[in-house]
């Protein structure tokens, strides 16, 4: 595909970014298998945190491209939590098994992280820069593995 500047590929994605620089609020997560994310021992990596639930159509929708994403640059410094606020934290893993997802997940079944970011709509994605910023935010899906998506991940990522 073909590489587009920063700003073009957030215009291309319809990304919201913040008003002023702020840090990413640092959070540890739950992940199904017993163990935790925590976001700042990531810092130097472009993360994207990703607000989804298992009964939320267009969060599957975008869920294949978010995951196709996570595998071309996993190695390359970027990091994809996806955080699940289903109240039933046990529906979490069929769900990722069967969609055959392989990016990490976190669980937040009371919304104490999601109401911390105040997401008001499923799905959201955040996209914290490398300092740990911030950068920009996108609510409702996206095409996650289009020439944009991947333009935002290299060009956060140098």
């Known amino acids: 595909g073909k590489v587009l500047p920063l700003a073009e590929a957030m215009k291309e994605l319809d990304l919201i970014r913040p008003s002023r620089a702020k840090l990413a609020e640092d959070f540890?997560?739950?992940?199904p298998g017993g163990g935790t994310f925590k976001l700042s021992e990531h810092r130097g990596k472009v993360v994207m945190v990703n607000f989804w639930a298992t009964w939320c159509p267009p969060c599957l929708e975008e869920m294949p491209a978010?995951?196709?994403?996570?595998?071309q640059h996993k190695d390359a410094g970027?990091?994809?939590i996806a955080v699940s606020v289903d109240a039933d934290a046990r529906k979490v893993t069929p769900f990722v098994t069967?969609?055959?997802?392989?990016?990490p997940i976190g669980l937040d079944?009371?919304?104490?992280?999601?109401?911390?970011?105040?997401?008001r709509a499923l799905p959201s994605s955040f996209i914290v820069a490398r300092d740990g910023t911030l950068a920009a935010l996108a609510i409702g899906p996206r095409h996650w593995?289009?020439?944009a998506a991947h333009s935002l991940v290299e060009g956060m990522a140098r």
């Open 66 to 71: 978010m995951d196709r994403l996570y595998r």
């Open 78 to 80: 970027f990091v994809l």
């Open 98 to 103: 069967e969609h055959k997802l392989t990016f």
């Open 109 to 119: 079944p009371k919304m104490d992280l999601a109401n911390g970011y105040a997401v």
């Open 28 to 31: 540890t997560l739950a992940t």
């Open 145 to 147: 593995d289009g020439d």
